[in-house]
């Protein structure tokens, strides 16, 4: 089966920081998503990408960026790390349509 | 992509079916209904998706409503590992720009009883 992993289980890190997220897909998936999960809210899309160097805004994308220079890797940043931002973040990967999604096994954020 | 709606919780006693509703009234013909799951602390399992015909794999069985306003995923046998939050997204995936992205609800959370 397709492997998503993210580079972080658990991290901390000080408001303003500039923090950088990673997830890598092992199965040549056009494209590749990243969610963040808050306890009500639900999965939010972030952003997505559907090809090296392409990348589309999700729902919620404020105080966000990404970074796809390899097929392989799709890079979440926080440009400059705030509380509210503190949360579960979930990457995912999907060759084709119709097809399923592969998920990461979260990251949890915690801004301080 | 349609609106979906989902109980927000269901029981069920270990061994038996479990019946997932989700109602999708608004659904179009050229989209796909998936069933995902999220276990607690994990990332979202697919679990099965169809467009109008019935389907089956090794972890569950969806039954679509002849009109598609409507399916169920079914869980023949539930175990307690299958406690989760189970996801009913219906997207189009012919043509448009969305790229597959999928839009989660808040989902049904399937709690099986020993």
């Known amino acids: 089966d397709v492997k998503v992993t993210q580079s972080s289980r658990y991290l901390v890190k000080r408001t303003g920081e500039k923090v950088f997220l990673e997830c890598v897909q092992d199965?040549?998936?056009?494209?590749m998503f990243w969610y963040r999960q808050d306890p009500g809210l639900g999965l939010r899309l972030i952003y997505f990408?559907?090809?090296?160097?392409?990348?589309e805004k999700g729902d919620i994308p404020e105080g966000y960026s990404v970074s796809r220079e390899k097929k392989e890797r799709f890079s979440l940043i926080l440009e400059s790390a705030s509380t509210n931002q503190t949360s579960m973040y979930l990457c995912?990967?999907?060759?084709?349509?119709?097809?399923?999604?592969?998920f990461g096994q979260g990251t949890r954020l915690t801004v301080v | 992509d349609a609106k979906t709606t989902q109980p927000p919780s269901m029981d069920c006693a270990e061994g038996r079916a479990a019946n997932l509703p989700c109602n999708h009234s608004?659904?179009?013909?050229?989209?796909?209904v998936y069933w995902y799951r999220q276990i607690h602390s994990q990332g979202p399992q697919y679990i099965i998706h169809?467009?109008?015909n019935n389907e089956t794999n090794e972890m569950a069985s969806l039954i679509i409503t002849e009109d598609r306003k409507s399916s169920t995923l079914i869980l023949p046998h539930a175990t307690l590992r299958d406690t989760a939050v189970y996801y009913c997204?219906?997207?189009?995936?012919?043509?448009?720009?969305?790229?597959?992205?999928?839009?989660f609800g808040q989902g049904t959370i399937l709690t099986v009883h020993p």
């Open positions: 995912a990967s999907r060759l084709s349509f119709p097809g399923k999604a592969f």
């Open positions: 199965m040549d998936h056009e494209n």
């Open positions: 990408s559907y090809d090296v160097k392409m990348k």
């Open positions: 608004t659904i179009s013909g050229n989209e796909y």
């Open positions: 169809g467009l109008k």
């Open positions: 997204i219906v997207r189009v995936e012919a043509g448009g720009t969305s790229y597959g992205k999928l839009t």
